[in-house]
């Protein structure tokens, strides 16, 4: 049974880079085809898609937050990565980790999320 759990501080002050990981385990992150994604959810708002590291660890990002997202992944600890620069309080949100069969996919396992707040 694959599960996802989603780590980091829960406070980052403004300009900062927030950085969480996501562990994976009960499934390879390189196990073909599989797509691992970072999502989230502001306040009040719907959900937004960040980004996403395939299986073969190519990468691709959201347009709207590309300039300061990356995405990388740890293969040795079967973990992935976000690292969103430059924060705003915009940024405080629930971000999950989540998995889909591939690319084009549905997502089919996610995590349970971790609240960041962004705030001096």
């Known amino acids: 049974q694959v599960q996802l759990q989603e780590s980091g501080p829960g406070l980052v002050k403004p300009s900062q880079t927030l950085s969480l990981t996501c562990t994976v385990s009960g499934g390879s992150i390189t196990t073909s085809y599989y797509a691992w994604s970072w999502i989230r959810q502001p306040p009040g708002k719907g959900l937004e898609w960040m980004g996403v590291i395939a299986y073969d660890g190519s990468t691709y990002y959201s347009p709207s937050l590309k300039s300061r997202t990356s995405i990388s992944r740890d293969t040795s600890k079967n973990q992935f990565s976000l690292q969103l620069s430059s924060v705003t309080p915009e940024d405080t949100a629930m971000y999950y980790c989540?998995?889909?069969?591939?690319?084009?996919?549905?997502?089919?396992?996610g995590g349970q999320g971790t609240q960041v707040t962004v705030s001096p």
């Open positions: 989540g998995r889909a069969e591939d690319l084009t996919g549905g997502y089919d396992k």
